[in-house]
């Protein structure tokens, strides 16, 4: 049996001010829920991705992708069994969602496997390794079976692959920093879609990027200037730092009706947190417009749907 360490809240964006300068508001909570069952405990979730009533998301714990309604909080199934074998998932790391179909990304088995809603397999795909995948970002699948994700390779910041034929381009421009291992290792950014294009935020760096349908780059926004980003950044030049690690400001990211919202570290010298989530609009040009900011202190992942967040606090 597992321990209970966690749990999903349910909040409703009926906003109250509380600090003029952060643009702070608070959200109400209106449900919550510890449990898929009497004995099944939730735990270490990420890759939260809602859909009309359903939320989905990953139990690092099993392995496995869960779905629940969210109104009554009730399990609907497990998608994806975890092993070694060739239908089974040895490391899920991350999935997304296309119409009617997850696509689950499989780190320890390079691979990619198709599921439909109800959890069979629809096909599989191989990722080459030469692609050098950075497996811990949210990914983009399109039609006709080509794929785009951050890439470790100093060939661009993201890998455009095709699953049909294994083709490989890329694409976007890569940050620079002092050591090689740090270009490596601070280059993986969350990819989101837009109505016209893309989306692209590091968890590393304050930057947002638009990306046109022709994976051209239009515009890059610095988010800097926010003021609880600038305490993080500042505590994060005192910290000493070696050249394979680097400090974290941004732990997840959604698109919900031309709004982009983040999930921002917050650290001010008395502790880190994460419960405040930055929104942006996005267009005509992106523009910081608040932050929400939920009761309690860590929360893993999270998404928005029909002017609610539904979030995991770990």
Same mark, same amino acid.
């Given at each position: 049996?597992?321990?209970?360490?966690?749990?999903?809240?349910?909040?409703?964006?009926?906003?109250?001010?509380?600090?003029?300068? %952060?643009?702070? *508001?608070?959200?109400?909570? #209106?449900?919550?829920?510890? =449990?898929?069952? @009497?004995? &099944?405990?939730?735990?270490?979730?990420?890759?939260?991705?809602?859909?009309?009533?359903?939320?989905?998301?990953?139990?690092?714990?099993?392995?496995?992708?869960?779905?629940?309604?969210? %109104?009554?909080? *009730?399990?609907?199934?497990? #998608?994806?069994?975890?092993? =070694?074998?060739? @239908?089974? &998932?040895?490391?899920?790391?991350?999935?997304?969602?296309?119409?009617?179909?997850?696509?689950?990304?499989?780190?320890?088995?390079?691979?990619?496997?198709?599921?439909?809603?109800?959890?069979?397999?629809?096909?599989?795909?191989?990722?080459?390794?030469?692609?050098?995948?950075?497996?811990?970002?949210?990914?983009?699948?399109?039609?006709?079976?080509?794929?785009?994700?951050?890439?470790?390779?100093?060939?661009?910041?993201?890998?455009?692959?095709?699953?049909?034929?294994?083709?490989?381009?890329?694409?976007?421009?890569?940050?620079?920093?002092?050591?090689?291992?740090?270009?490596?290792?601070?280059?993986?950014?969350?990819?989101?879609?837009?109505?016209?294009?893309?989306?692209?935020?590091?968890d590393n760096m304050p930057q947002i990027e638009k990306y046109d349908r022709q994976k051209n780059r239009v515009e890059v926004y610095d988010y800097s200037d926010i003021p609880m980003v600038k305490r993080t950044l500042l505590q994060w030049e005192r910290k000493v730092q070696d050249s394979n690690s680097y400090g974290i400001?941004?732990?997840?990211?959604?698109?919900?009706?031309?709004?982009?919202?983040?999930?921002?570290?917050?650290?001010?010298?008395?502790?880190?947190?994460?419960?405040?989530?930055?929104?942006?609009?996005?267009?005509?040009?992106?523009?910081?417009?608040?932050?929400?900011e939920m009761p309690g202190r860590m929360y893993s992942t999270f998404c928005v749907s029909h002017e609610r967040i539904i979030a995991f606090e770990s």
């Amino acid at each position: 049996m597992y321990r209970v360490i966690g749990i999903i809240t349910l909040f409703l964006i009926l906003f109250s001010c509380s600090n003029r300068e %952060d643009r702070v *508001k608070k959200v109400a909570r #209106i449900s919550s829920v510890s =449990e898929l069952s @009497d004995t &099944l405990f939730l735990a270490k979730v990420k890759n939260m991705i809602s859909k009309e009533g359903d939320i989905f998301f990953i139990d690092k714990y099993r392995n496995r992708i869960v779905c629940m309604d969210v %109104d009554g909080w *009730k399990l609907k199934t497990f #998608i994806g069994t975890s092993g =070694e074998g060739p @239908d089974e &998932l040895c490391n899920l790391s991350q999935f997304t969602l296309k119409n009617d179909t997850l696509y689950a990304l499989d780190g320890g088995c390079g691979k990619l496997v198709a599921y439909d809603l109800q959890g069979n397999i629809c096909t599989k795909y191989p990722l080459p390794l030469e692609s050098r995948l950075m497996i811990g970002y949210h990914f983009l699948l399109s039609d006709g079976d080509k794929m785009d994700i951050s890439t470790s390779a100093d060939a661009g910041a993201f890998a455009h692959l095709d699953l049909s034929d294994g083709d490989v381009s890329f694409f976007g421009e890569r940050y620079r920093f002092e050591y090689t291992s740090q270009d490596k290792l601070r280059n993986g950014r969350y990819l989101l879609e837009t109505a016209d294009g893309y989306v692209a935020v590091s968890d590393n760096m304050p930057q947002i990027e638009k990306y046109d349908r022709q994976k051209n780059r239009v515009e890059v926004y610095d988010y800097s200037d926010i003021p609880m980003v600038k305490r993080t950044l500042l505590q994060w030049e005192r910290k000493v730092q070696d050249s394979n690690s680097y400090g974290i400001i941004c732990e997840d990211a959604c698109i919900y009706e031309d709004k982009l919202y983040l999930l921002l570290v917050s650290d001010n010298g008395n502790g880190m947190a994460m419960n405040r989530i930055a929104v942006f609009s996005l267009f005509p040009q992106i523009k910081w417009d608040e932050l929400l900011e939920m009761p309690g202190r860590m929360y893993s992942t999270f998404c928005v749907s029909h002017e609610r967040i539904i979030a995991f606090e770990s």
